[in-house]
């Protein structure tokens, strides 16, 4: 089991390659997202195989799979716009450690310098078992955002994956497509209601990326090798808190030193930036979860974009305003 910045990480099922997010707890809360009747949008990044990002593809350059059908793109853009992002901030007792919490102010730091002042929006969030607005989404703050987070106190058990879900919802109905949740956390989860697969299927069905920054406090950094990190991240991102993160079109980074905390940062903020927006009509003829399957025609184009959808779900009070965009 990987320990990150002492705590280990929850222990929860690891979904198969290929294999659309289950609910594994049938009791727990899920609300539910329905899709338009007439058409469903899908945000994704695409990269190169050494992480470059491709800003200048065409429509035809692309092919979706419905539940392994091929589906005719109706609505396509590509238009660089304005970011915004729910920082969640993990206040939970394993959060405890004065460094670790430094670790997580610089991560912050690092994340609203890519911001732009007058374009982008964020918001600051924070939990343990439950969550707390610290501020509202609005225009980039990093004064506001920084005094939020440092008037946090450590306090309780862990409930991230119901606090990535919530943060989520927070985020629809803000009428923007380029927007994203960004967890600062120490990886652990002790008390959530949800399974990782829940949280991953719900996001997902909302389209709203999920990306996950690991801190490491610098007493834990000590001693430890290139290699070392290299096995501590492929650990980390073959864990259920991984598969959340890419299952939401997100991903999940290992901030072990402030190189790396920059550079998720960056590539988080960018990747918001230059989404690619894809809108195709819904399969009607069969209810409940579609996966999907977004490629380009240059097999050599790595495309990250959420797993599948919702038809025709259950009329709920929470409906989701980014089917359409």
């Known amino acids: 089991m990987l320990v990150v910045a002492g705590a280990p990480l929850a222990a929860h099922r690891r979904l198969p390659q290929g294999q659309a997010p289950q609910t594994t707890t049938p009791e727990a809360p899920r609300p539910t997202f329905r899709t338009s009747v007439d058409r469903v949008g899908v945000t994704a990044?695409?990269?190169?195989?050494?992480?470059?990002p491709v800003m200048n593809l065409k429509q035809s350059d692309f092919e979706l799979l419905d539940n392994g059908v091929p589906r005719e793109i109706l609505e396509f853009r590509s238009e660089p716009t304005p970011a915004t992002l729910a920082l969640l901030a993990d206040t939970s007792g394993s959060m405890a450690l004065e460094q670790k919490r430094d670790a997580t102010r610089a991560a912050a730091e690092q994340v609203l310098a890519q911001l732009t002042p007058g374009e982008d929006q964020v918001g600051l969030y924070a939990f343990d078992t439950t969550l707390q607005e610290v501020?509202?989404?609005g225009p980039v703050a990093p004064g506001r955002i920084l005094q939020g987070l440092d008037h946090l106190r450590p306090f309780g058990s862990t409930s991230l994956f119901d606090a990535i879900a919530e943060t989520s919802?927070?985020?629809?109905?803000?009428?923007?497509?380029?927007r994203g949740v960004v967890a600062l956390t120490d990886g652990g989860e002790n008390s959530s209601r949800m399974t990782?697969?829940?949280?991953?299927?719900?996001?997902s069905e909302i389209d709203v990326p999920v990306y996950i920054i690991v801190v490491i406090s610098p007493n834990f950094r000590e001693g430890l090798t290139p290699t070392d990190d290299r096995e501590s991240y492929t650990a980390l991102a073959a864990s259920s808190l991984g598969n959340l993160a890419r299952w939401t079109g997100g991903e999940i980074f290992l901030a072990s030193s402030p190189a790396q905390t920059n550079l998720a940062a960056r590539q988080i903020v960018d990747e918001l930036r230059h989404q690619y927006f894809i809108g195709?009509?819904?399969?009607?003829?069969?209810?409940g979860w579609h996966p999907i399957d977004l490629r380009t025609r240059q097999k050599s184009l790595l495309v990250r974009a959420r797993s599948g959808y919702v038809s025709q779900s259950r009329p709920s009070s929470l409906?989701?305003?980014?089917?359409?965009?």
């Open 45 to 52: 990044v695409v990269r190169r195989a050494n992480g470059q």
């Open 135 to 137: 501020q509202p989404l």
């Open 169 to 178: 919802r927070n985020l629809v109905g803000q009428g923007r497509t380029h």
């Open 196 to 203: 990782a697969a829940e949280v991953s299927r719900l996001v």
């Open 280 to 287: 195709f009509a819904p399969d009607t003829s069969r209810p």
């Open 319 to 325: 409906t989701s305003q980014n089917s359409t965009h």
